[in-house]
């Protein structure tokens, strides 16, 4: 193999670019980045960048092009690829050969069908930052819709900027669907004792006003008033181009226990627009966190290199965390259909809770005992019986 395209210059592709030159790689790489912008770290976006104690440079990957040698084609987007003939086409027409590919395309901000009025928000680029972050200087009435985890975030720097917020949320708790309820409504008390207004269990009938952004109406005819709306409502994998190619795309790219993908040779993929199975959890995954997609991406270069034949399975124990407020949320494991508190005070916001599924401890999450929290990191990889022994 003499040349290697990564397609997406986000965490996933730029740790693929410097993984394919650990490992020895000696032959071209070429990396593809839509955004016109050098590569960046996302996760800060919808806190420290936002609420403005870091700036462009402290969020930058510091990707050392030159040392590196990469081909690096920032502002340029793959809106094809072409598998019988090894190449990709590029907007514009060009035509890229390739040999071996990286797909790390990541996802997009689900957004409101139509024309959206002025004030609207959603929260993914460096560029939809720094429009909100302009937007927020002059102390507008904000409201969230969606109460996931870049909802919440969103909402506590608006608080931190002694910004009036509402977030919006369709279920009757947030992050119900990753929490489950009794997390979820721990999660309510913690943005309700910040100051956060709730409105929990009503959808998003329409967005009023015409130029500019009024309010929101909710499915039970109410109207909560806005000046900014930030769209919090999930993400969907960058696959269309990738439509009709041969590739198995899925709710992402379909990939096998390697991380190689279904339907060819030579093609791997990583991040957030990837789906496999985890034979830890024996569960299919498509993992939208930091730490997924750096591992991921180093599992992926492995695969490509060796081939998938003598390529080991991807199986690892996901990790993600999230600032609120004072709280540091920070999870191990996946979440399970049984869960209890194992450690420390709920009432202090200070506790470890441990998930369960068919007998088996399979995740842990911890608001502000970190250290405790990876205590309970082995016992999920162990397959330990639930309810677990208490950490030592």
């Not at 005992?369 to 022994?389: H, N």
Request: hydrophobic share 40%.
């Amino acid at each position: 193999m003499q040349n290697v395209t990564v397609v997406g210059a986000g965490l996933a592709g730029t740790r693929a670019a410097e993984a394919l030159r650990r490992e020895g790689f000696t032959g071209t790489i070429t990396l593809l980045g839509e955004e016109v912008h050098t590569p960046y770290d996302r996760p800060p976006l919808s806190k420290q960048f936002l609420a403005g104690t870091w700036d462009r440079n402290r969020i930058s990957l510091r990707l050392e092009v030159e040392e590196l040698g990469l081909d690096l084609r920032l502002g340029r987007r793959a809106e094809r690829l072409d598998l019988p003939d090894r190449k990709l086409v590029l907007d514009g027409g060009e035509e890229l050969p390739f040999e071996g590919l990286v797909i790390a395309t990541g996802a997009r901000p689900r957004t409101f069908p139509g024309t959206q009025p002025q004030g609207v928000f959603v929260l993914r680029t460096l560029d939809d930052a720094v429009a909100l972050k302009a937007a927020l200087e002059a102390k507008p009435r904000v409201v969230v819709i969606g109460g996931g985890f870049i909802g919440s975030e969103v909402a506590a720097t608006c608080k931190a900027l002694d910004v009036d917020v509402t977030i919006v949320e369709a279920l009757h708790l947030p992050l119900l669907r990753v929490l489950g309820p009794e997390l979820g409504e721990i999660c309510a008390d913690l943005h309700r004792r910040h100051g956060v207004e709730l409105r929990l269990g009503h959808g998003v009938a329409d967005l009023v006003g015409e130029k500019r952004v009024e309010g929101v109406e909710l499915t039970d005819g109410t109207v909560v008033p806005a000046d900014v709306v930030v769209v919090g409502i999930g993400v969907t994998p960058n696959t269309e181009w990738l439509e009709g190619c041969g590739l198995d795309i899925n709710n992402g790219v379909v990939l096998d226990r390697t991380c190689a993908a279904e339907g060819a040779d030579g093609v791997v993929a990583a991040g957030d627009v990837a789906r496999w199975y985890n034979t830890l959890f024996a569960r299919e995954m498509r993992v939208e966190h930091w730490t997924n997609a750096s591992e991921q991406a180093d599992h992926a270069v492995d695969t490509l290199l060796k081939g998938r034949e003598h390529a080991e399975e991807f199986a690892p124990i996901p990790y993600f965390w999230s600032d609120q407020y004072d709280t540091k949320i920070q999870m191990v494991g996946v979440p399970g259909d049984q869960v209890v508190i194992a450690d420390g005070s709920v009432d202090q916001h200070k506790f470890v809770a441990v998930y369960g599924h068919e007998g088996r401890t399979v995740g842990a999450i911890g608001f502000s005992l970190p250290r405790k929290l990876m205590q309970y990191r082995q016992l999920i990889a162990e397959r330990a019986p639930f309810p677990p022994e208490p950490a030592g």
